[in-house]
């Protein structure tokens, strides 16, 4: 186990001139021991590059890796003591179930009786213990991951277990199971782990803190209750949540607050900025209003549709288009009416220049 | 157009792929394939497009037999899951191509509109090769509109972009697909992708046909386990229970006031979405006291799982909720916003719906 300390930048390109020649620009990060941090963000965002930094199979175009404060930057995976778990099964077709998960103990001459507790403790975690003398050539590809994920968390005492899109070709149910899994067994082992993803919910309900990158860039690292409720950063508004925060052009003048051309009392106890803003409100927190009561704005429905938990409303505001998550029990208005929303409540962000500023 | 497939099934060698099934597709809409992998959707569309022939059964197109008719006598247009598009032509020409096909006129204007429509006008020139690969499945369904086709295929056409781009590219279709006059045909494994593309959907599983409707009645009334269990995400928790005199008893926990109908059996099925849960009371909930295993915070909602003597449940509460492993809860349900199925797995009662 190790705490990891990143000061470093990367660039595939000798030269690098501009922000757009960096893969990752400058960051400087810290993993603690035993956390459990996902990396989240768009294809090409940079989240597979520095994965592959700590991992140590890509060396920093600048700076270092620290690995409980000694100098890792140009050493192996081996010689970092990472254990990885890919996208797809990396395992033994002709080997059983149990020699699947023994391996990389034997490889470490690791005593036969401990490499049974272990192989039967990771089993029985992942649910595998029925199948432990089966051969791997026979199961289906969800059966194949899971012995995947058991060889990266089989050995204590690996330095981090690194996972790239682990449950991309798992089915949304068995999802559900193994994200759990993941979950319960990081309180159990306390391993370092780190979890590259470009899906949000696997993110947030995996990790206890989670990296928010998008062009080489890391915007925004904190829990997903930080990174909901006080995105840092619009791409962060944007990316998490599903549909993401609304943003609406707002100026703030001599404490009054105009958004979407209407004039609103400005929130109390909120210091915004003189000038153009932008104001950030999550879909489940626009709320429906009575016709014209004070602070709602008028906005044309587009579509209304019933996702099943909730109804989700899409409607045009002022040229803006914002969208609604209500319960299912809320009266919800039809195509082409005028709603009536809220937009401003103690959940409401405001953004200048795309950064948070109230 | 109206495709129907009548006692359709398809054997491949010793295994059934499809068993056999009925399905007049609604016309010009969107009719959703819902099911896990090997559930039969892929197989399906093949039967619907001519790329395969079903075992038994007729595959009528407004009327005619077209059984045993080959995809290029047919008049269909597909999407797949890989981004196909001729890889030396430009995206323009790849766009135009069905169009050029046939001799239209006035082709580079018609693949400036589509190309427009799909945010991709600024590539017209480029290979795709030079593009993202959400870009490139942008290029693959523009071409795919372009040739204006009755029938649209699309075999989960965005599951391999990021999660943010499905997204955006999801409520693009949706908006292209009721504009349109296509009767289309979207399969998926995501129940929330049907969901939010409305229309109709087919639920498949294990190579069958299970229940064909207006999405949000299938998902607010699934006619059986099988079918609750594929259309829920997060999954319905089921509780085993007995029909009693006041309604509802589940075992090891307590009685729910819940009409039966008469021919009720009495071993029973407590089916209870993970939404219906509070930790906050209403009148007339009944309780269910347990301890949290996990918590797990997506932002919009945290989803609680809780060991309690009817079994695990799972909860998902709206907004961030911190809740410490071990420690005791309490969760609430409406009975009236309860499931229940009989021995059979057949849907008794279902919550009422306000609409």
């Given at each position: 186990?190790?705490r990891?300390?990143l000061?470093l ?5 000798p ?10 620009l400058?960051?400087k ?23 592959n930094i700590?991992?140590?199979?890509l060396?920093p175009s600048?700076?270092t ?5 000694r ?12 254990a990885?778990v ?15 998960l ?14 049974r507790q272990r ?21 289906s ?19 981090a ?7 991309t070709?798992?089915?949304p149910?068995?999802?559900w ?5 993941l979950k ?6 306390r391993?370092?782990?780190i979890y ?11 990790a ?25 950063h ?27 051309g ?6 109390a ?9 932008k ?6 927190y626009?709320a429906i209003?009575s016709?014209?009561?004070?602070g ?11 996702i ?12 803006a288009?914002i969208?609604?998550r209500?319960t ?11 709603a ?9 962000c405001?953004?200048k220049?795309?950064?948070?500023v109230? | ?6 006692r359709?099934?398809?054997?491949v ?5 499809l068993?056999p ?6 016309s ?15 197989s399906?569309?093949?039967?619907m497009?001519?790329l395969?022939?079903p ?8 009327g ?17 899951q890989?981004?196909i ?24 204007q018609?693949v400036?509109?589509l190309?427009?429509r799909?945010h991709?006008d ?14 490139q499945?942008?290029?693959a369904?523009a071409?795919?509109?372009?040739k204006g086709?009755?029938l ?9 972009l990021?999660?943010?781009l ?17 009767t289309v045909?979207?399969?998926t494994?995501e129940?929330?992708e049907?969901?939010?593309l409305?229309?109709?959907?087919a ?5 069958e ?7 949000a ?5 699934p ?8 259309f829920s995400?997060?999954?319905m ?7 009693a005199s ?25 089916g ?7 930790v ?17 915070i ?37 009975p ?15 919550p009422?719906?306000?609409?």
């Open positions: 186990m190790a990891i300390d000061d930048a990367h660039s595939y390109k030269n690098p001139k501009g922000d757009d020649d960096y893969a990752l400058p960051l990060m810290t993993f603690r021991d035993g956390g459990a941090y996902a990396l989240l963000g768009p294809s090409g965002c940079g989240k597979t590059t520095l994965l700590v991992s140590g199979l060396v600048t700076g890796v620290q690995f409980d404060g100098d890792v930057t140009r050493t192996t995976p081996q010689q970092r003591n990472i990885q890919f996208q797809f099964p990396v395992i033994y077709d002709t080997m059983t179930v149990a020699e699947n023994a391996f990389p103990l034997k490889n470490r001459q690791v005593p036969e009786a401990q490499i192989v039967g403790e990771i089993a029985e975690m992942l649910e595998l213990n029925r199948h432990l003398d089966q051969r791997a050539a026979g199961l590809a969800d059966q194949k991951q899971k012995i995947s994920l058991g060889r990266g968390l089989v050995r204590a005492d690996v330095s277990v690194l996972f790239d899109e682990p449950l070709v798992i089915d149910h068995l999802k199971q193994l994200r759990r899994k319960q067994i990081h309180h159990e082992l391993l370092t782990l590259v993803t470009h899906d949000q919910v696997e993110a947030l309900t995996f206890e803190e989670v990296v928010v990158m998008t062009r080489g860039r890391a915007v925004q690292m904190g829990s997903a209750e930080a990174l909901f409720e006080r995105p840092a619009t791409f962060v508004g944007h990316f998490i949540g599903s549909p993401g925060m609304n943003f609406l052009p707002a100026r703030a003048s001599a404490g009054r607050l105009e958004v979407a209407r004039q609103l009392a400005a929130p106890g909120r210091v915004l900025p003189e000038g153009e803003l104001l950030g409100v999550r879909p489940e626009v209003a016709p014209e009561a004070p709602a704005l008028p906005a044309t429905v587009t579509l209304a549709q019933d099943g938990t909730h109804m989700m409303l899409t409607a045009r505001l002022d040229g288009t969208k609604a209500l299912p029990e809320a009266a919800a208005p039809r195509v082409g009416e005028t009536w929303l809220t937009v401003l409540g103690a959940h409401t405001f953004y220049d795309e950064v948070l109230a | 157009m109206e495709l129907k497939l009548e359709v099934d398809k054997q060698g010793a295994s059934t792929h068993y099934l009925d399905l007049a597709l609604q010009q809409a969107v009719t959703v394939l819902l099911g896990a992998t090997q559930a039969g959707k892929t399906l569309m093949r039967l497009a001519g395969d022939k075992s038994h059964g007729r595959v009528t197109v407004d005619a037999d077209v059984t045993g008719v080959p995809v290029r006598e047919r008049n269909v247009a597909m999407v797949y890989q981004f598009n001729y890889p030396s032509m430009t995206v323009a020409d790849n766009i135009g191509s069905p169009l050029k096909l046939r001799g239209d006129k006035n082709v580079a018609r400036r509109e190309a427009a799909l991709i600024m590539f017209l020139d480029r290979l795709p090769a030079e593009l993202s690969g959400g870009q499945q942008r290029v369904l071409r795919a509109l372009a086709a009755p649209m295929l699309l075999d989960e056409p965005l599951v391999n990021d999660y943010k499905r997204e955006e590219l999801r409520e693009e279709l949706t908006l292209l697909f009721a504009s349109g006059d296509s045909v979207y399969a494994t129940p929330a049907a969901l939010l409305g229309g109709y959907t639920v498949m599983d294990a190579g046909l299970l229940q064909y409707g207006p999405t009645s299938v998902f607010h009334a006619k059986s386990l099988r079918v609750a269990r594929a995400d997060p999954p928790n089921l509780i085993a229970a007995d029909a006041l309604g509802v008893h589940l075992r090891a926990g307590p009685v729910l006031s819940i009409p039966l109908p008469a021919a009720a059996s009495r071993s029973l099925t407590l209870v979405r993970a939404s219906a849960l509070r906050t009371a209403r009148g007339g909930d009944v309780t269910l006291s347990g301890t949290v295993e996990l918590a797990e997506s932002g919009s909602d945290t989803f609680v799982h809780v060991d309690t003597p009817v079994g695990e449940l799972v909860a998902q509460l709206t907004g961030v909720h911190r809740f410490d492993l071990g420690a005791p809860i309490t969760l609430h349900l409406d009236a916003m309860a499931y229940v199925f009989d021995e059979q797995g057949n849907l008794l009662v279902a009422a719906r306000k609409n």
